[in-house]
């Protein structure tokens, strides 16, 4: 079906506004990593969570894919209403066709073309000049236009492209319709200093660069995905594609969540706001480990069990003075909540505390011989629970 309401092509703004776009992928590049994929039930929950979080864009699958993802794609469009629902298709009819076809029911869709650039892939994956490339885009982006209510185009292996052809292809998708131009970073090749370098080169080498929204894409393979998706906005990218818990292709995409509070902990030096809720990062990303069965790394940024955790005696000490010493952000804020963990490393004052939270009445000798007990404890067990502290206080008192 043909969108009815205006071309958004010509509502873009410019891409120098002080608001990113959160465009999650968790749905379609999260799902194609090993042990992460999820049937239409699972994403449609999982979209939902997503919708509630705030995320702008969802990319909601690859029709063409299999009848299932179709579906999935197909519901979460009918269902959702407040973000653009994308669905990803290669620059192929078939593909396109499908993606146009399960969108239809979606208040606002968005077909997401993708096309290899780089010499290595034009040379060994598709085996086509740079002029094939640049035709089979512009003709595929015609066609997709006609589909969805706006074109993504997504210059598969971006960060490779040379940065004149790359300038080039991007220039022919606005002339064919395209408002959102992405770069990926498809290998996790580059550094904070080269994707900035090629963004500032793309807004001012592209005709019409101030009509589209840039798009960063990145992957994890060096680690370096979310400092890349970060440089890049500072260089005037204005969409982020990330996902939940970073999980994606091979190391994964760049974290949503760890994009999210960068930009949220560093406003004055970033500058820009995203229409993300943060209190919902920590249950969304929860949730997603749940459906796929995978759990969250206990050191993971901003939502692993760790990252508001503190067990050392010192840190407990100066957390229990002035929460900032060693907490750059409020837990409450992301969903997730501090954690004094009582184990070897911790010391008297957050003993202390513990006791006092479960109401025991301490004179310092008690503390004392207590604390020695919990010491020895420690050596035995890797952390102490509430029960534990009771079962060490009946002891003290019962003299045993
Ligand atoms: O990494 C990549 O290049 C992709 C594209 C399909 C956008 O996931
Ligand atoms: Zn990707």
Redesign the pocket.
Known sequence: MKPTHQDSTDNVESDVDGRVRIFDTTLR?GEQAPGFSMDRRAKLRMAHALEALGVDIIEAGFPQASPDDFAAVAEIARTLKTPTIAA?ARCQEADIDSAGRALEGARHSRI?L?LSTSPLHREHKLGKSKQQVIDIAASAIQRAKALAHEVEF?A??ALRTEPEFLAEIFSVAVEAGASVL?A?D?VGYVTPTEITRMFTYLREHVRGADKVVFSA?C?DDLGMAVANSLAAIAAGARQV?CTINGIG?RAGNAALEEVVMALHTRRPLFRVDTGIVTQHLYPTSRLLAEVTGQPVPRNKAIVGDNAFAHESGIHQHGMLKHRGTYEIMRPQDVGAKTSLVLGKHSGRHALRQRLEELEYDLDEATLDAVFERFKNLTDKQRSITNDDLVALMDKHRNNH
């Open positions: 590049d990803l997401h993708f997504s598969e292996d992405n990926p498809t894409h992957h594609e292709e």
